[in-house]
């Protein structure tokens, strides 16, 4: 089961751009990497999903470096809406994807 | 709007009463989730359902009882319960090829906020 590990909470600012990192030292071949955004007393929302290198969608950019040791969600000029908790998790396998505690960020105005 | 819908999005109850939380899914999905979410605490994960087979009962008393009685609907069956079980019961669904497979992102429903008195 491949844990992951990502800052409890990031501050930021509008207009500027959020990177939050996870790391997943042990993730197998076959695991993706799945990020996930919630809002409060909302379920968790899919954003985005890659295997290796760069993927991007209208909402974020998600950065693999080659050892897939880890991982940054990119988002480019938040706004206060972006305030939410983010989650990183592997993918994959056999395993049921297990959500941690996840990034809150909190973007002033 | 996810395609996953949950009723009743609140619910206050007694502990001696006996009330069902449903999750319904118009994605064409066949696997279904349910978890809880305290106050502060991760997601954790209750029971999942893959092709209307229980295949996750992730040591939950037995005072929460699950119910799929097809693809689309999932329910919550809920008696004698205690306070500490108030929280935000979450429904997911995914595409259910395999749990846990490849690429399975998961869609999850607003939830139901319950209190337990």
């Known amino acids: 089961l491949a844990k992951t590990t990502q800052p409890i909470s990031m501050d930021s600012y509008e207009g500027q751009e959020v990177n939050i990192t996870c790391s997943h030292n042990?993730?197998?071949?076959?695991?993706?990497i799945t990020w996930y955004q919630q809002f409060p007393s909302q379920g968790p929302r899919f954003i985005i999903q890659?295997?290796?290198t760069k993927v991007t969608n209208e909402v974020a950019s998600l950065f693999i470096p080659a050892d897939r040791k880890s991982s940054t969600l990119s988002l480019p000029r938040v706004s206060l809406s972006d305030t939410a908790v983010y989650y990183c998790?592997?993918?994959?396998?056999?395993?049921?994807?297990?959500f941690g505690r996840g990034t809150s960020l909190i973007v002033h105005p | 709007e996810t395609g996953v819908t949950q009723t009743p999005r609140h619910l206050v109850m007694g502990m001696t009463n006996k009330k069902s939380l449903k999750c319904e899914q118009h994605?064409?999905?066949?696997?279904m989730y349910w978890y809880k979410q305290s106050a502060k605490k991760p997601l954790e994960l209750m029971f999942v359902?893959?092709?209307?087979?229980?295949?996750e009962n992730n040591s939950v008393p037995s005072r929460f009882s699950p119910e799929c009685p097809n693809s689309s609907h999932l329910f919550l069956h809920l008696h004698t319960l205690q306070p500490e079980d108030s929280a935000l019961y979450l429904c997911?669904?995914?595409?259910?090829?395999?749990?846990?497979?490849?690429?399975?992102?998961?869609?999850f429903g607003p939830g139901t906020r319950l209190l337990v008195l």
């Open positions: 998790l592997v993918t994959g396998g056999s395993y049921i994807p297990t």
């Open positions: 994605l064409g999905h066949n696997a």
């Open positions: 890659g295997y290796k």
């Open positions: 359902y893959n092709f209307k087979e229980q295949t």
């Open positions: 997911a669904s995914s595409q259910g090829v395999s749990v846990g497979q490849l690429q399975e992102t998961q869609y």
């Open positions: 042990n993730i197998a071949t076959n695991d993706y």
